[in-house]
């Protein structure tokens, strides 16, 4: 297979090539003549009428109230639907996803059908009446929302699968990267390609082959995405030196020349475990996507990844300085690149052939390709990079000869409307109306200034559409599309996130070091010997690598939800820590689970013997008990309520303690585990949210919440400790992988099986996340915990 792919490569090029020379050709004569013009002239006037209001007295007094900002997610959809333009803003929308991206007929009935079916989903997503406004950004583009997709389609173990996936590869792009817009891109891809699936799915199919098809493709989309940020934008990218892309883009040559991926082998370079990982991920894409393949489309899909790629080669090694580069030298890799991209998904789905779809997307590409180089265009000069807008702006005082790629993109609108769609009138709403909304947000992100120099550049050669075009940019009305407030939000979402963790992670790094410098006992003058070594095999105890997550939850709900002074609480975070340390002394011991290792070093009946260890464990529940009574500043009676509640949990605790030794054994089932687990680790959880809120006087009904809360994220923390001890490793957890087997407990992994635990950990953050929508105040941290939970490494 290798020598049959390395003899066709050069052939397939030259075919892309050839085909593209074409295309270029019917273009480049219609710029020249300017034969594109009377038409797209007619048709954006007529559009105008539609899209532009002069402005007059009786529209002045008639006028409606402006649209909110689309950041504003919640108040923006809100306005579609109060203005009635909602319909409107979803059928352009969707029209235009099946254009571009599903490269279909619109005015097949088939496509018809698809389309309204897809345009009452959306309406019924957008208009929920359980959603939420206050600014936030959608809902469902939390995790917990894709979960809760992923349980209704069956595919739940695929949608963990990605959501580790994403973990990972977020954690592995380098800084010189936009992280941010790799993973858009990456979620873009896959969502494309589960969107594909679908409308390549019969509306008879089974629920279980839908599933596994929606399976496949959430792994298919995962594998093809990747190739964007760590192919594409990494060799795009400064991250690496001239030398090291060099060798990193033979590698990716020769897999796809080869056909097989061969081993990593030695690199030479400064990122070595950077590619390592990349290449091993794209080694397991390489394989599961040509695994994926019939024989029928195996041959396809190599040869529109070659294609691909080496179109992006040629381009990519592009030097800005060189001066002599010819029009075909510029335009043709990025119509054979821009084509191939969504030829390769279809290939990669092994989807069914659809009569005229190759010759539309081909078609396509190149508008894409030339909308997203002209908004990148001041990114692309600071970068240096090649791109017709780029050469065009950098010599087009020297170069006569150089078509200007902004006139040649308006004449591929014309193109595709007249040519490839035969002057359908809902073609030609859908691209004028695109091409505004992309003239629009530009202007809106580089400011007037800097826009109308692009715009004085870029002239194109005729006054009247430079005139259209600056009003389209300036007037144009209802040109809004949902893939754009989707990418937005997204990318909101996903800074905020990043806003958000960063600074709960400095509240919680802040927190645990003030707690550390609160927890040590003093030791008092003239005290007993023995008294002495109880305190300080206390303190032992309390050293260590703790993560001090029950006194550090109950500083965040206090201090950051309640307003609560973090000194008036001291005793409370003593309390909760000395109580858990001495819960995880009995638990070491070698009447129960005996364990040699505890955060990071040995337990303390190693270091001393079983009896010394249980009578420190007492002593720090009697310390703790002296410090909660110690606590003032507070209403008596919620310090007497708190007093009562605290020893209550602390009793339940051992109970849980209790059931977990009876069990030791016997197989439970997740019920049982579910109650263990809750005694053994939610009451604490509870505790941690409750205490603060008990001192703070709020009411019950918020109370009630937090129990729900901290029941369903006990459960989740538990479940993701029992993953770790199946397949964690001593210095990552702090203590040995495996006790649990060792010690012939039940656990959600050997009761359910990890993906059964992962599948029923996701359920209970799911839960959890729903129930903090019940609480009256904004509860970010908690979010930011309960995600925390799941996806910790230790």
Known sequence: MGMKLTDRTEAWYSMAEQRAAQYFAVLQEQVTGKTYLPKLLEDIQQWKRKHMHHGS????????????????????????????????????????????????????????????????????????????????????????????????????KDAIWVIHKLQRVNAHIPSGMNGAEAQRKLIKIIAGVVLHVVDEMDDNVSHE??????????????????????????????????????????????????????????????????????????????????????????????????VFFHSQDVDRFKDLNNPNYTNDELYLPIIIKSSSSRLIVRSVIRANKNEGFDQRVFYFGLYNQLADDFADLFEDMKDGAVTPY???????????????????????????????????????????????????????????????????????????????????????ENVDFFDKLLRDQLLISMQKQREEKQQFERIVQNAREEINQLLEIQKPEHMPSMKELLIDTANYSLAGSGKRIRPVLAWIMGVSGYGLQASSLTPLFRTLEYMHTASLI?????????????????????????????????????????????????????????????????????????????????????????????????????????APAILAQVKESEIAVLKKIAYHAGIAFQIKDDLLDADGDLQLLGKPAGKDVENNHSTFVTVLGQEGASMAMWEHYCLAMEALKELPREVGFLKHILSYLIIREN
């Open 390 to 476: 780029t050469y065009y702006w950098t010599y087009r005082n020297e170069r006569p000869d150089l078509i200007n790629p902004f006139e040649l993109y308006w004449a591929v609108i014309g193109h595709l409307i007249y040519h490839v769609y035969q002057s359908d009138a809902e073609i030609r709403e859908i691209m004028l109306g695109r091409a505004a909304n992309g003239l629009k947000r530009l202007k809106k992100r580089l400011g007037a200034e800097k826009f109308n120099e692009m715009m004085e550049v870029f002239s194109v050669g005729s006054p009247e559409l430079n005139g259209l075009i600056e009003q389209m940019a300036h007037k144009a």
């Open 209 to 306: 082959i839908r599933a596994r098809r929606l399976g496949e493709a959430i792994r298919l989309g995962y594998y093809y995405g990747l190739t964007y940020p760590f192919i594409d934008d990494l060799l795009d990218s400064n991250v690496l030196d001239p030398k090291e892309k060099e060798a990193y883009s033979e590698l990716i040559r020769t897999v796809l020349v080869q056909g097989t991926v061969p081993e990593f082998g030695h690199w030479n370079g400064n990122h070595a475990e950077m590619i390592q990982f990349v290449y091993h991920e794209l080694g397991e894409a390489y394989e599961y996507i040509k695994n994926y393949q019939s024989l029928e489309t195996q041959l396809t899909f190599f040869e529109q990844s070659y």
């Open 586 to 690: 009995f638990d070491d011991l070698p009447s129960q689970d005996n364990s040699s290792f505890r955060r990071g070093r040995p337990t303390l009946h190693q270091v001393h013997d079983s009896a010394i260890a249980e009578l420190t464990g007492l002593y720090l529940i009697q310390k703790a008990m002296e410090e909660l009574a110690s606590i003032q500043g507070f209403d008596r009676g919620a310090v007497l309520e708190l007093l009562r509640y605290t020893s209550q949990k602390a009793g339940e605790i051992c109970m849980g303690q209790a059931m977990d030794l009876q069990s030791k054994g016997k197989v439970m089932t997740p019920e049982q585990l579910n109650m263990l687990c809750y005694y053994k680790t939610g009451i604490a959880f509870e505790v941690s949210l409750v």
């Open 57 to 156: 007295w009786l529209s002045f007094f008639s006028r409606r109230k402006e649209a909110p900002d689309a950041s504003d997610y919640y108040k923006y959809i809100g306005w579609l639907k109060y203005t009635g333009k909602l319909d409107d803003y979803l059928e352009r929308s969707i029209s235009y996803l099946y254009l571009r991206d599903l490269g279909q007929d619109l005015r097949s009935p088939h496509t018809q059908i698809r389309m309204k079916r897809m345009m009452g989903d959306m309406k019924k997503l957008l208009i929920r009446p359980d959603q939420s406004s206050g600014g936030s950004g959608p809902e469902f583009l939390s995790l917990a929302a894709l979960y809760r997709w992923a349980q209704s389609e069956g595919v739940e």
